[in-house]
T-cell receptor, first 111, second 115 residues
Framework: GENVEQHPSTLSVQEGDSAVIKCTYSDSASNYFPWYKQELGKRPQLIIDIRSNVGEKKDQRIAVTLNKTAKHFSLHITETQPEDSAVYFCAARYNNNDMRFGAGTRLTVKP | EAEVAQSPRYKITEKSQAVAFWCDPISGHATLYWYRQILGQGPELLVQFQDESVVDDSQLPKDRFSAERLKGVDSTLKIQPAELGDSAMYLC?????????????FGEGSWLTVV
């Protein structure tokens, strides 16, 4: 089945710096790659997603890139703010609709 | 904005007791999921429904876990008997259709502590 690996497990940046989280997946049939942000004790919330027919998508300070050949995708957060501090999960979905999540990255943005 | 509703938010139960969680997906969403999230890990799929039918329960520990969605709307996840290792957050989620690209929306989750 699909296997999603996420790195790093923790990331600490200074406010205003950029943060990059990377994920790899194993099933080349995967065609949908969402990123979720989860604050302590709360639900995972979708922040951005990318489908297999595009290589990059941007929404204000957040961008995601997808390299289908290498089977990896990345989340980029620019101009980080303290409220960006949370756990971020990548996920990959393949044709039978089972979405697999990475283990998560705890991002801390220091003021 | 429509949300996935779950209850209870918090549940403490003793080992070997039964516990049940309820979920009401976003109106019109045909696909419903139950995930388990252990602290510090990503969500893991337990069971997926398309309308009232189970389409994937390969990761559901069927000796103690059961799930149903009788009318294709709300759903119940039951654990009987509960074990210490079942302590986790149980997340319900829904999506519009059973396609590979529909956004999955999560509920607030039900925290279970087994003592």
């Amino acid at each position: 089945g699909e296997n999603v690996e996420q790195h790093p497990s923790t990331l600490s940046v200074q406010e205003g710096d950029s943060a990059v989280i990377k994920c790899t997946y194993s099933d080349s049939a995967s065609n949908y790659f969402p990123w979720y942000k989860q604050e302590l004790g709360k639900r995972p919330q979708l922040i951005i997603d990318i489908r297999s027919n595009v290589g990059e998508k941007k929404d204000q300070r957040i961008a995601v890139t997808l390299n289908k050949t290498a089977k990896h995708f990345s989340l980029h957060i620019t101009e980080t703010q303290p409220e960006d501090s949370a756990v971020y999960f990548c996920a990959a979905r393949y044709n039978n609709n089972d979405m697999r999540f990475g283990a998560g990255t705890r991002l801390t943005v220091k003021p | 904005e429509a949300e996935v509703a779950q209850s209870p938010r918090y549940k403490i139960t003793e080992k070997s007791q039964a516990v049940a969680f309820w979920c009401d997906p976003i109106s019109g969403h045909a696909t419903l999921y139950w995930y388990r999230q252990i602290l510090g890990q990503g969500p893991e799929l337990l069971v997926q429904f398309q309308d009232e039918s189970v389409v994937d329960d390969s990761q559901l520990p069927k000796d103690r876990f059961s799930a149903e969605r009788l009318k294709g709307v709300d759903s119940t996840l039951k654990i009987q008997p509960a074990e210490l290792g079942d302590s986790a957050m149980y997340l319900c989620a829904s999506s519009l259709r059973r396609t590979g690209r529909d956004t999955i929306y999560f509920g607030e989750g039900s925290w279970l502590t087994v003592v």
